[in-house]
């Protein structure tokens, strides 16, 4: 039976788990490749085809290629690594919980039957952990994971990034400062990256993810969507910067990697919503929902048909977007938090408040304190607000949104 090809190439062992939903990879450095491809025969599987499969499609074929593996082999930590892998990298591009929770499981397997030198699957579990929000697990995880191979850089840069999402910043800059970053490992790189960006350092920030993309550009073996991501990270930061050409830019550049990226086609919807343009909002927007549901973009397309002036298709997206966040993981999906603050009814402004209180008990980053800060601020809690708000702005990171936010709590504490 031979080897499948493509996707297992650059994925086994690998996920990613950037950012708020959302934004996170981990992928296998190619010196790595051959201890973890199993040995296998050369006669072929399948026979060509004069169409060459999509990357979907070939991912696929993984999957079904190490499905049966598994079956045949219980004690092959590889084997569920391998699987793990591929699992995780088709939910991030589908939404499928049933993928993550098979991923979880296989990744649990995986650690199970080998501890020692597989630290590579305690990443891949630590990502899924943190797709659900399970935010301690990944990082009792991580910790386990570093034990076992100390210093290595990505598991530093690992324990880092869910330091971020926890708010414990002191531990996730001693994490980011050990790091060994030698300009090389892309992805660790962009985690790094994220770290400069939360603590006000964003010109080191944009400097590291233009290398990453260079980097990442240079490799032939990458997935589309992988090479994508690094484009759409970059677009990310600079639309929080408020700087939309330059946004735009590194979307439309991401786009011509991967021309049916969710992620992109959504950052370009925000983009145009941020410059006025609302008919190219709702356009890219539905390009992008009609791939892949995401609550942030159907909000991104109510509030362009808002402003066009169609009350009911603004009033049809919002209840889509109320329906799709209620089934993400985590205590509130933020943007739709954000979104119910700014444009829902006093019922839904007192729900946010009770859900994001809740969601600070264990995560206190300074995006949690922001949408803590501004529902109090909509219940009508304006020192409270200003208090949280002071917390949200801790770290200097440069976004429009917390500065905006800032600005109204400061001109509200002032009046009162």
């Known amino acids: 039976m031979s080897h499948p090809r493509g996707y297992l190439s650059s994925i086994v062992g690998a996920s990613v788990a950037f950012g708020a939903l959302v934004a996170v990879a981990?992928?296998?450095?190619?010196?790595?490749?051959?201890?973890?491809?199993?040995?296998?025969?050369?006669?072929?599987?399948?026979?060509?085809?004069?169409?060459?499969?999509?990357?979907?499609?070939?991912?696929?074929?993984?999957?079904?290629?190490?499905?049966?593996r598994v079956k045949e082999d219980s004690t092959s930590a590889i084997d569920r690594l391998a699987l793990a892998g591929l699992l995780y990298a088709r939910a991030r591009i589908t939404g499928s919980t049933s993928d993550l929770e098979q991923s979880?499981?296989?990744?649990?397997?995986?650690?199970?039957?080998?501890?020692?030198?597989?630290?590579?699957?305690?990443?891949?579990?630590?990502s899924t952990l943190m797709a659900r929000h399970a935010f301690r697990e990944a990082h009792a995880v991580a910790v386990t994971a570093d034990s076992l191979e100390p210093d290595t850089p990505s598991h530093l840069?690992?324990?880092g990034e869910i330091e971020l999402e926890l708010g414990d910043y002191d531990a996730a800059a001693a994490h980011f400062r050990a790091v060994h970053y030698d300009g090389t490992q892309f992805t660790i790189g962009a985690r790094v990256a994220r770290w400069y960006e939360v603590t006000g350092h964003v010109d080191i920030a944009r400097e590291m993810l233009r290398r990453a993309i260079v980097s990442a550009d240079r490799r032939d073996d990458l997935?589309?969507?992988?090479?994508?991501?690094?484009?759409?990270?970059?677009?990310?930061?600079?639309?929080?910067?408020?700087?939309?050409?330059?946004?735009?830019?590194?979307?439309?550049?991401?786009?011509?990697?991967?021309?049916?990226?969710?992620?992109?086609?959504g950052g370009l919807a925000r983009a145009a919503l941020a410059r006025g343009d609302w008919r190219h909002a709702?356009?890219?927007?539905?390009?992008?929902?009609?791939?892949?549901?995401?609550?942030?973009?159907?909000?991104?397309?109510?509030?362009?048909?808002?402003?066009?002036?169609?009350?009911a298709q603004a009033a049809r997206y919002a209840d889509a977007m109320s329906r799709?966040?209620?089934?993400?993981?985590?205590?509130?999906?933020?943007?739709?938090?954000?979104?119910?603050?700014?444009?829902?009814?006093?019922?839904?402004?007192?729900?946010?408040?009770?859900?994001?209180?809740?969601?600070?008990?264990?995560?206190?980053?300074?995006?949690?304190?922001?949408?803590?800060?501004?529902?109090?601020?909509?219940?009508?809690?304006?020192?409270?607000?200003?208090?949280?708000m002071k917390l949200a702005l801790s770290q200097h990171t440069e976004d429009t949104m917390l500065a905006e936010h800032g600005r109204i709590l400061a001109a509200a504490v002032a009046t009162q």
């Open 26 to 68: 981990l992928v296998m450095k190619s010196r790595e490749l051959p201890t973890l491809a199993p040995t296998l025969s050369r006669e072929p599987l399948v026979t060509f085809s004069a169409t060459p499969l999509s990357e979907a499609a070939i991912r696929d074929r993984d999957i079904t290629f190490y499905i049966q």
């Open 104 to 126: 979880e499981m296989l990744a649990r397997e995986s650690v199970g039957i080998r501890e020692a030198r597989n630290g590579q699957a305690y990443e891949v579990l630590a």
């Open 157 to 159: 840069a690992l324990l």
């Open 223 to 265: 997935p589309r969507e992988q090479a994508a991501w690094f484009h759409y990270r970059l677009g990310e930061l600079e639309l929080r910067m408020g700087r939309v050409a330059a946004a735009e830019s590194s979307f439309v550049h991401g786009l011509r990697k991967n021309p049916e990226d969710v992620r992109i086609l």
């Open 282 to 311: 709702a356009d890219f927007g539905e390009q992008a929902i009609s791939i892949q549901l995401d609550p942030a973009t159907l909000g991104t397309i109510s509030r362009a048909y808002a402003a066009l002036g169609d009350t």
């Open 324 to 388: 799709s966040a209620l089934t993400q993981p985590g205590a509130i999906h933020r943007a739709w938090g954000q979104f119910l603050l700014d444009h829902g009814t006093p019922s839904d402004r007192a729900d946010v408040l009770r859900r994001a209180r809740r969601e600070l008990r264990d995560r206190h980053d300074v995006y949690g304190h922001d949408l803590l800060a501004w529902a109090l601020y909509r219940n009508g809690y304006v020192e409270e607000a200003a208090a949280e």
